[in-house]
C-alpha cells in the first residue's frame, strides 16, 4: 500500500565558508575572496622576510602550541560571568601586536641585541620548548576551568595541582617563556620589542584576574597566593 505523500520542508541550508572580522561576517565568495587575499599575503609575507631555520623551528612551534590550545579550548566549561568585552579587547590586540613583532622583521628594529650563534639559538629552541610544555601540563590540569578571558566557568574550582600547586598562573609564565624562547632564536630588537609588550599585556591581566578569583573562592584565594609565586618561583 502506497504511503501518503508526505509535505517536506525545503532541503537544510548548506552552510558554506564563513569569516568574521570585527563584528562583521562574510559569507560565499566574499569570504573565499578574503581568504585567498589573506593566503596570498602570508605567502608574499614568508617570501619578504625569508626565514633562517632556526625561525622556522620557532614557528613551528609556535603553531604546535595554536593548534594545541585551539583543540583544548573545545573542552572549556560555559561562562558565568567575564571581563568587559573591551577589556578583553585590549588584551587580544596587545597579544597580536607582540606575536606580529615577535616574527615580523620591521624596518629599523632589525638591529641585533644578541650575536647569531648556534648556542644561543639553540638554547632558545630548548626555551620554547620547555615553556611549551609547561603550558601544555597547566592546561590539563586547569581541564574545564580554562578560558582566554577574565571569566569565572559554572562550577568554577580553585585547582591547585600540578604547576598550581607553586605557581599561580603557569599558563602566562609558558607564554612568556616561548616569547623568550623566540626572542634568543631572532636576537633581533623586533623581537625584544614583542617580548615588552607581552610582558605589559599580562602585567595588567593578572591583577584583573586575580580579583575575580578572589572574589569567587574569598579567603581560600587569599591562602593560595600566601603559599604560592605568580610566575616564576622564588623571584615574582
Known amino acids: 500500500m502506497a504511503l501518503p505523500p508526505t509535505s517536506a520542508g525545503p532541503p537544510p541550508e548548506r552552510r558554506g565558508l564563513a569569516i568574521k572580522i570585527g563584528s562583521t561576517t562574510l559569507n560565499g565568495p566574499a569570504a573565499v575572496a578574503i581568504l585567498v587575499l589573506l593566503l596570498g599575503l602570508v605567502a608574499a609575507l614568508v617570501v619578504w622576510i625569508r626565514p633562517t631555520l632556526r625561525m622556522s623551528l620557532s614557528a613551528a612551534l609556535w603553531i604546535l602550541f595554536i593548534l594545541y590550545w585551539g583543540a583544548a579550548a573545545k573542552?572549556?566549561?560555559?561562562?558565568?560571568?567575564?571581563?568587559?568585552?573591551?577589556?578583553?579587547?585590549?588584551?587580544?590586540?596587545?597579544?597580536?601586536?607582540?606575536?606580529?613583532?615577535?616574527?615580523?622583521?620591521?624596518?629599523?628594529?632589525?638591529?641585533?641585541?644578541?650575536?647569531?650563534?648556534?648556542?644561543?639559538?639553540?638554547g632558545g629552541l630548548v626555551v620554547q620548548a620547555l615553556a611549551l610544555l609547561l603550558a601544555v601540563w597547566a592546561r590539563r590540569h586547569l581541564g574545564r576551568n580554562w578560558s582566554g578571558a577574565?571569566?569565572?566557568?559554572?562550577?568554577?574550582?580553585?585547582?591547585?595541582?600540578?604547576p598550581y600547586r607553586v605557581l599561580r598562573h603557569p599558563i602566562y609564565t609558558a607564554m612568556l617563556g616561548m616569547y623568550v624562547g623566540t626572542a634568543l632564536v631572532s636576537g633581533e630588537v623586533h623581537a625584544l620589542l614583542?617580548?615588552?609588550?607581552?610582558?605589559?599585556?599580562?602585567?595588567?591581566?593578572?591583577?584583573?584576574?586575580?580579583?575575580?578569583?578572589?572574589?569567587?573562592?574569598?579567603?581560600?584565594?587569599?591562602?593560595?597566593?600566601?603559599?604560592?609565586?605568580?610566575?616564576?618561583?622564588g623571584l615574582l
Not at 87 to 110: E, I, K, W, Y
Not at 150 to 162: E, F, I, K, N
Not at 201 to 216: C, D, F, M
Open 75 to 122: 573542552n572549556a566549561a560555559p561562562t558565568q560571568s567575564a571581563e568587559s568585552p573591551a577589556s578583553r579587547a585590549v588584551h587580544t590586540r596587545l597579544l597580536n601586536l607582540s606575536l606580529l613583532l615577535l616574527f615580523l622583521p620591521m624596518p629599523g628594529l632589525r638591529a641585533r641585541y644578541l650575536p647569531m650563534t648556534r648556542v644561543i639559538a639553540g
Open 150 to 162: 577574565v571569566t569565572v566557568a559554572v562550577d568554577h574550582q580553585l585547582v591547585r595541582s600540578g
Open 194 to 233: 614583542a617580548l615588552a609588550v607581552v610582558v605589559g599585556a599580562y602585567w595588567r591581566k593578572i591583577p584583573i584576574e586575580e580579583r575575580s578569583l578572589r572574589g569567587v573562592f574569598g579567603p581560600a584565594y587569599d591562602a593560595y597566593r600566601k603559599e604560592t609565586w605568580a610566575l616564576i618561583p
